[in-house]
């Protein structure tokens, strides 16, 4: 045997490798990763060139070659056969990293929803810019949440995740003309972000001011902040025009119905500059 300085035990190159002791004398057993020597009292020694060898295994492992399909490549090893081998298991990992940014985009919108519902004050009223949003609508809905919307609700919920997979919850829009009419109940439909895809929107909320409003508690408290709007826009020589935009900051959060937070988002432009 060679000096064993330059060796080292399966304890020291499972560490070194941050691997299962275990794993490596199984690997061993079935002929997959052999140690370099083994000594007249069975003992398994290990080079340091061969952690290379066995960051492939693992790396194969990781994207879910089984021990059979490493087993038969290392049977007959080229590039040709190693091609093989992993092209299919690309496309596996690049659908997979995009799940993962899909996921990571999902929780991020959670998160900024949570983090800005913990700053929402009941009734508040601020003036903000918004960036261009490409929209997807759903069909048209009554505003009575009866058997028709909830169809309707199942239909475009069901349109999104073919879409998106994972995506944000969805909210509900109002013409501000029926706001203007005290008739609240009077929806236009429900709506999503869309991302900036240049083909799966079906309207653009433009780029400008707004005014939005928080509302702490159930439906019923939404007359109350849309006729503070009403006032605050009056008040601020402002016209409000479009469509009011509801969506919900806490579900993941909420624990009674009355601390259900719905922001309200409405265009709106000075009087002044007319």
Not at 37 to 58: A, H, M, P, W
Not at 118 to 141: R, W
Not at 166 to 190: A, P, V
Not at 209 to 218: L, S
């Amino acid at each position: 045997m060679k000096n064993k300085k330059f060796l080292y035990t399966t304890g020291q190159f499972a560490k070194m490798n941050g691997i299962n002791k275990r794993t490596l004398h199984y690997y061993d057993e079935i002929g997959l990763f052999s140690p370099q020597f083994k000594d007249d009292n069975g003992y398994r020694y290990y080079t340091c060139f061969q952690s290379v060898q066995l960051e492939l295994i693992v790396t194969l492992r990781k994207i879910g070659l089984s021990i059979e399909e490493i087993l038969r490549y290392q049977k007959s090893p080229s590039e040709a056969s190693f091609a093989d081998l992993i092209c299919e298991k690309k496309d596996l990992i690049d659908r997979s990293i995009q799940e993962l940014l899909n996921t990571k985009s999902f929780l991020e919108k959670k998160s900024d929803k949570l983090a800005l519902s913990l700053t929402a004050q009941h009734g508040k009223i601020d003036i903000i810019t918004l960036p261009e949003q490409q929209l997807l609508l759903s069909e048209p809905i009554t505003g009575a949440y009866d058997d028709n919307d909830f169809v309707v609700a199942a239909d475009f919920s069901m349109r999104l995740k073919s879409i998106f997979g994972l995506y944000d919850n969805f909210g509900s829009r109002i013409s501000i003309h029926h706001i203007f009419e005290g008739n609240y109940e009077k929806y236009d439909c429900f709506f999503a972000y869309g991302k900036q895809n240049p083909e799966l929107y079906d309207e653009i909320r433009p780029y400008g001011t707004y005014v939005r409003a928080f509302c702490i508690g159930g439906w019923e408290k939404l007359k109350e902040v849309y006729s503070n709007i009403c006032s605050f826009a009056e008040e601020n020589h402002l016209e409000l025009s479009g469509y009011a935009y509801e969506e919900g900051l806490n579900e993941m959060s909420l624990k009674n119905r009355e601390d259900y937070i719905t922001m309200i988002t409405v265009a709106c432009k000075s009087r002044l500059s007319h």
